[in-house]
């Protein structure tokens, strides 16, 4: 059974910082793995799709890395802004039986950048 | 329509009724799917719908929760006989096709007293 962990579950930073957030899964047999940003009381925001096969994605200030070997990814974002702030998830897709596709997600990691 | 449309947006329901929750995904997407997010956990999988394919329900709690997708649009989680640790937000999520990009509904907060 796939796991998807995402530490640490609240990280605080100065604005400017550059930010690091992880995620770990414990299955490599996967499809892609996406992460997504929740502001409070809202849906998810698809950010940044990786496909198995890619090591990297990029859009605009964010960039992702995928190693699917030792099951991590990394959402990097430089000069963070107090906008920036939301929980930021994890979500690794796989093939759940019958060419159904299936995403697990971490619990997220919830992120404060302070003016 | 712009993007994945949820109704209601929150319903508040006794213990013991059924409830009924609409998801309209983006105008021809195949996919769709269903996700619980309770206060403090992650999003845990319900039911996932691929085009005219049997849906996968390997996610559905109990057998009180059920949902359809007709015409390959509009979709209609229920739940029978709501308890009070059904009480979730309950996303949907809609894919052009399988293994493809999520776009989230804004959800369906439900609290059952």
């Known amino acids: 059974k796939q796991e998807v962990t995402q530490i640490p579950a609240a990280l605080s930073v100065p604005e400017g910082e550059n930010l690091v957030l992880n995620c770990s899964f414990t299955d490599s047999a996967i499809y892609n793995l996406q992460w997504f940003r929740q502001d409070p009381g809202k849906g998810l925001t698809s950010l940044l799709l990786i496909q198995s096969s890619q090591r990297e994605q990029t859009s605009g200030r964010l960039n992702a890395s995928l190693d699917k070997s030792s099951g991590r990814s990394t959402l990097y974002s430089a000069a963070s802004q107090p906008g920036d702030s939301a929980t930021y998830l994890c979500?690794?897709?796989?093939?759940?039986?019958?060419?159904?596709?299936?995403?697990?997600f971490g619990k997220g990691t919830l992120l404060t950048v302070n003016p | 329509g712009a993007g994945v449309s949820q109704s209601p947006s929150n319903k508040v329901t006794e213990k013991g009724k059924d409830v009924e929750l609409r998801c309209d995904p983006i105008s021809g997407h195949t996919a769709l799917y269903w996700y619980r997010q309770s206060l403090g956990q992650g999003l845990e999988f319900l039911i996932y719908?691929?085009?005219?394919?049997?849906?996968?329900k390997s996610g559905l709690p109990s057998d009180r929760f059920s949902a359809e997708r007709t015409g390959g649009s509009v979709s209609t989680l229920t739940i029978q006989r709501t308890q009070q640790e059904d009480s979730a937000v309950y996303l949907c999520?809609?894919?052009?096709?399988?293994?493809?990009?999520?776009?989230f509904g804004s959800g369906t907060q439900l609290s059952v007293l």
């Open positions: 719908f691929q085009g005219n394919s049997a849906p996968d």
């Open positions: 999520a809609s894919s052009l096709n399988n293994n493809e990009k999520l776009f």
């Open positions: 979500a690794v897709g796989a093939d759940s039986g019958g060419s159904n596709y299936k995403l697990t």
